[in-house]
């Protein structure tokens, strides 16, 4: 990967994909003052440009709030809470210039497989995967063919992925090294702040530090989420196992949406 240089015109076009009034962290900016404000852009490049290269940031930077946001009413179960994530603006800015540039490398060097359509630009989301569903299905009805299938949930996808591996796939796919050992640095800073009911849980001493997983509400975690799950198509695809709709053609081995992944296989003693 290319060393990366933060222009102005990168500040611009991340603070420009960003909704206006999306609820912002601790420093309580929106985007929206951002774009208004195009004098800060040259100013934001240059202090990102020096956080990129001296390989730190401030832990404010990295310290999010999360919003316990309840599922039922009255209740005092934990599990019933939907946890909500937002970050500071500033540092959303800045993952997202990190994240497009991290997505030309990865599209450049086809590194993403076809079969993740989570996080693909110019993608239909879910729509391709239920089409070539249909058309497997088709394909066996009309020619009375085999056909076994498996569904696999990770649960607590994002939660789980170890901050190991997320180092280790960045390396393994070439990220530009001076990239790599920001995300570590900021990675061993990730904390949040509980708020329930506008009220805030959590002492400004005591934030709780994430030592697993992705963290939330970044704009890069959903492509390095994606990326460290890529080996796994890798491996799948040269299995030689799959569904082959015709004759000497590609074979359909699984379909990923994000972490939602579905097998395809001729017969059940595959998918084991």
């Known amino acids: 990967m290319d060393p990366v240089i933060i222009?102005?015109?990168?500040?611009?076009?991340?603070?420009?994909?960003?909704?206006?009034?999306?609820?912002?962290?601790?420093?309580?900016?929106?985007?929206?003052?951002?774009?208004?404000?195009?004098?800060?852009?040259?100013?934001?490049?240059?202090?990102?440009?020096?956080?990129?290269?001296?390989?730190?940031?401030?832990?404010l930077f990295t310290t999010g709030i999360t919003h316990l946001v309840p599922k039922d009413r009255d209740s005092t179960e934990p599990s019933k809470y939907r946890p909500i994530t937002c970050l500071l603006t500033?540092?959303?800015?800045?993952?997202s210039i990190l994240s497009?540039?991290?997505?030309?490398?990865l599209n450049s060097n086809q590194v993403m497989s076809r079969a993740q359509n989570g996080c693909r630009g110019g993608g239909r989301g879910t729509k391709e995967p239920l089409l070539i569903d249909a058309v497997i299905g088709k394909?066996?009805?009309?020619?009375?063919r085999n056909l076994s299938a498996s569904w696999i949930d990770y649960?607590?996808?994002?939660?789980?992925?170890?901050?190991?591996?997320?180092?280790?796939?960045?390396?393994l796919y070439k990220v530009d090294c001076t990239v790599r050992d920001f995300l570590g640095q900021c990675m061993g800073q990730w904390s949040t702040i509980l708020c329930h009911l506008g009220q805030r849980m959590t002492a400004a001493e005591n934030h709780i530090r994430i030592r697993r997983g992705i963290f939330q509400g970044d704009c890069l975690s959903p492509i390095w989420?994606?990326?460290?799950?890529?080996?796994?198509?890798?491996?799948?695809?040269?299995?030689?196992r799959g569904f082959?709709?015709?004759?000497?053609?590609?074979?359909?081995?699984?379909l990923f949406y994000m972490d939602d992944l579905k097998l395809f296989a001729s017969s059940r003693s595959h998918l084991v």
Request: proline share 5%; net charge positive.
């Open 100 to 105: 497009a540039r991290i997505t030309r490398h």
């Open 155 to 171: 649960k607590k996808a994002f939660d789980s992925v170890p901050h190991t591996w997320l180092k280790r796939v960045l390396e």
């Open 225 to 240: 989420f994606c990326l460290s799950l890529n080996p796994l198509s890798t491996l799948l695809e040269g299995s030689g």
């Open 244 to 254: 082959q709709l015709r004759k000497g053609g590609t074979k359909v081995t699984h």
């Open 7 to 59: 222009t102005p015109d990168d500040v611009a076009e991340a603070v420009r994909r960003a909704p206006n009034w999306k609820s912002p962290g601790l420093d309580g900016l929106h985007h929206y003052w951002l774009k208004g404000f195009v004098v800060c852009h040259a100013v934001l490049a240059r202090q990102f440009q020096e956080a990129l290269d001296q390989k730190s940031l401030p832990s």
């Open 139 to 144: 394909v066996v009805k009309r020619n009375r």
């Open 90 to 95: 500033i540092y959303k800015t800045l993952t």
